[in-house]
C-alpha cells in the first residue's frame, strides 16, 4: 500500500465497504477495500479519481497539512455535502516533509477519536518507512555514482600505463635512432675535419687559402657539434645533460663562427664588423661548445635575413672579478629586422618571426 514518494491514500464511494487508495507525487498509488488492494505500478493521475468530495478534501489535506476528521460531511460547510464519514491525514516526515496524504471514507459515524490514533499511528510508520526509502534510493544513487566513477578512474588508470608504456617505447626508440644517426653522421666529419687538417700543413698556402681552409675545418666542428645536439635533446629527456668547463679564448671562440658564417655568406658581399671590447689574451672557464652553438643561431640569423649592408658583433666586459666575468654579446644588422606579431613566436620552437 505504500508508495515511495508523496502518498496519497483515499476511499471509494461505495459505502458501507471501506475503500482505501494510496497515491504518490499526487498520483494514486494503491486503492485497497475489504475486498483487496490495487496497486498502480506507472503514474495514475490524481484527476483520474471519479470521487470530487475525496479528491478536494485530498487537495485540501495536501495544501494546508492540516488532518480531516469528520462524523458525516453533511455537518462539514468547508467540502461538498456528502453523507458520509471521512478521515484525511497528511503523512509528513519530521516537521517540514510532505510525503503525501492518507484518505479514508465510510458510511456516516463510522469513525470516532481511537481510529483517528490509530490512523495517526499508522500513519508515523508510513512516514518513516517512506523516508527510509528515500534515503535508501539516495544511497543506492550515491553508490551507483560513485561506482561509476571508481570505474572511469580506473579507466583513466589504465589509458594514463597505456600512454605511459608507449610514450617510453617511443622515447627509447627515439634515443637508438638517434644514437645511430649521430654515429653515422660523425663517420665522415671526422673524415673532413681529417682531410682540412692536412690540407692546411701543406706548404706552400697563401693567406686567402689558409683562410678558407681554416674555414672548413670551424664548419666542421660547427656540423659536429649540430650533430652532437641531437644527443643532447637524448640527454636532456634522461637528465643527463651535462655543462663542460674548460679554458677557452673568447675572441678566438667568436672569431671562429664569425669566420665560418661570414665564408658561407660570402657571395651576399656582406660587411662584418667586429667590435670586441675583450683583451686578446683573455682566457675563461667555459663550454665552448654551448656558445658556439649560442652564437652560430644568433649570428645565423642575421646573416640569413640580411641581403645587404653589414652585421656587427660586439662582445664587452661587463663585470669582472677574482672568480667571474660578465660578458655581453651582441649581433646588429642592417636586415629585414622583427615584427612585432613576430616577436611573439620568437623563442618558440620550429617559428620564425
Given at each position: 500500500?505504500?508508495a515511495?514518494?508523496?502518498?496519497?491514500?483515499?476511499?471509494?464511494?461505495?459505502?458501507?465497504?471501506?475503500?482505501?487508495?494510496?497515491?504518490?507525487?499526487?498520483?494514486?498509488?494503491?486503492?485497497?477495500?475489504?475486498?483487496?488492494?490495487?496497486?498502480?505500478?506507472?503514474?495514475?493521475?490524481?484527476?483520474s479519481?471519479?470521487?470530487?468530495v475525496g479528491?478536494?478534501i485530498?487537495?485540501?489535506?495536501?495544501?494546508?497539512?492540516?488532518?480531516?476528521?469528520?462524523?458525516?460531511?453533511?455537518?462539514?460547510?468547508?467540502?461538498?455535502?456528502?453523507?458520509?464519514?471521512?478521515?484525511?491525514?497528511?503523512?509528513?516526515?519530521g516537521?517540514?516533509?510532505?510525503?503525501?496524504?492518507?484518505?479514508?471514507?465510510?458510511?456516516?459515524?463510522?469513525?470516532?477519536?481511537?481510529?483517528?490514533?490509530?490512523?495517526?499511528?499508522?500513519?508515523?510508520?508510513?512516514?518513516?518507512?517512506?523516508?527510509?526509502?528515500?534515503?535508501?534510493?539516495?544511497?543506492?544513487?550515491?553508490?551507483?555514482?560513485?561506482?561509476?566513477?571508481?570505474?572511469?578512474?580506473?579507466?583513466?588508470?589504465?589509458?594514463?600505463?597505456?600512454?605511459?608504456?608507449?610514450?617510453?617505447?617511443?622515447?627509447?626508440?627515439?634515443?637508438?635512432f638517434?644514437?645511430?644517426?649521430?654515429?653515422?653522421?660523425?663517420?665522415?666529419?671526422?673524415?673532413?675535419?681529417?682531410?682540412?687538417?692536412?690540407?692546411k700543413?701543406?706548404?706552400?698556402?697563401?693567406?686567402?687559402?689558409?683562410?678558407?681552409?681554416?674555414?672548413?675545418?670551424?664548419?666542421?666542428?660547427?656540423?659536429?657539434?649540430?650533430?652532437?645536439?641531437?644527443l643532447?635533446?637524448?640527454?636532456?629527456e634522461?637528465?643527463?645533460?651535462?655543462?663542460?668547463?674548460?679554458?677557452?679564448?673568447?675572441?678566438?671562440?667568436?672569431?671562429?663562427?664569425?669566420?665560418?658564417?661570414?665564408?658561407?655568406?660570402?657571395?651576399?658581399?656582406?660587411?662584418?664588423?667586429?667590435?670586441?671590447?675583450?683583451?686578446?689574451?683573455?682566457?675563461v672557464?667555459?663550454?665552448?661548445?654551448?656558445?658556439?652553438?649560442?652564437?652560430m643561431?644568433?649570428?645565423?640569423?642575421?646573416?640569413?635575413?640580411?641581403?645587404?649592408?653589414?652585421?656587427?658583433?660586439?662582445?664587452?666586459?661587463?663585470?669582472?672579478?677574482?672568480?667571474?666575468?660578465?660578458?655581453?654579446f651582441?649581433?646588429?644588422?642592417?636586415?629585414?629586422?622583427?615584427?612585432?606579431?613576430?616577436?611573439?613566436?620568437l623563442?618558440?620552437?620550429?617559428?620564425?618571426?
Amino acid at each position: 500500500m505504500l508508495a515511495n514518494h508523496k502518498v496519497f491514500a483515499g476511499l471509494s464511494k461505495h459505502p458501507p465497504r471501506n475503500t482505501v487508495l494510496i497515491v504518490y507525487r499526487w498520483s494514486i498509488a494503491a486503492v485497497g477495500n475489504p475486498d483487496g488492494v490495487t496497486a498502480y505500478t506507472g503514474r495514475q493521475s490524481l484527476e483520474s479519481v471519479a470521487d470530487e468530495v475525496g479528491k478536494q478534501i485530498t487537495l485540501f489535506v495536501l495544501r494546508s497539512r492540516e488532518t480531516v476528521f469528520a462524523h458525516n460531511l453533511l455537518n462539514d460547510d468547508r467540502f461538498a455535502n456528502a453523507d458520509k464519514s471521512v478521515i484525511c491525514m497528511p503523512i509528513i516526515h519530521g516537521d517540514k516533509v510532505l510525503l503525501g496524504s492518507i484518505y479514508i471514507e465510510a458510511p456516516p459515524n463510522s469513525f470516532t477519536d481511537r481510529n483517528v490514533t490509530v490512523l495517526r499511528l499508522l500513519v508515523n510508520q508510513i512516514s518513516i518507512s517512506l523516508a527510509n526509502a528515500l534515503l535508501f534510493k539516495r544511497l543506492q544513487k550515491a553508490l551507483e555514482l560513485q561506482k561509476r566513477s571508481l570505474d572511469m578512474a580506473r579507466e583513466a588508470e589504465a589509458k594514463a600505463k597505456e600512454a605511459e608504456a608507449v610514450a617510453i617505447q617511443s622515447a627509447q626508440a627515439k634515443a637508438l635512432f638517434t644514437a645511430n644517426v649521430s654515429h653515422e653522421l660523425r663517420t665522415p666529419l671526422n673524415g673532413v675535419i681529417g682531410i682540412a687538417e692536412l690540407l692546411k700543413d701543406t706548404r706552400p698556402l697563401n693567406k686567402e687559402q689558409a683562410g678558407y681552409t681554416d674555414s672548413i675545418r670551424v664548419c666542421a666542428d660547427l656540423l659536429l657539434s649540430l650533430i652532437n645536439d641531437l644527443l643532447d635533446f637524448t640527454k636532456l629527456e634522461a637528465g643527463k645533460m651535462k655543462i663542460f668547463s674548460v679554458p677557452l679564448n673568447l675572441t678566438e671562440t667568436i672569431s671562429e663562427v664569425i669566420r665560418a658564417l661570414s665564408f658561407q655568406n660570402k657571395e651576399k658581399g656582406l660587411r662584418t664588423i667586429e667590435q670586441f671590447e675583450l683583451p686578446s689574451d683573455l682566457f675563461v672557464l667555459g663550454d665552448p661548445v654551448r656558445l658556439h652553438q649560442i652564437l652560430m643561431n644568433i649570428l645565423g640569423n642575421a646573416f640569413k635575413f640580411t641581403f645587404e649592408g653589414s652585421i656587427t658583433v660586439r662582445a664587452a666586459v661587463d663585470r669582472e672579478d677574482e672568480r667571474s666575468i660578465d660578458v655581453t654579446f651582441s649581433v646588429k644588422d642592417t636586415g629585414i629586422g622583427i615584427s612585432e606579431g613576430g616577436k611573439v613566436a620568437l623563442f618558440r620552437p620550429f617559428s620564425q618571426g
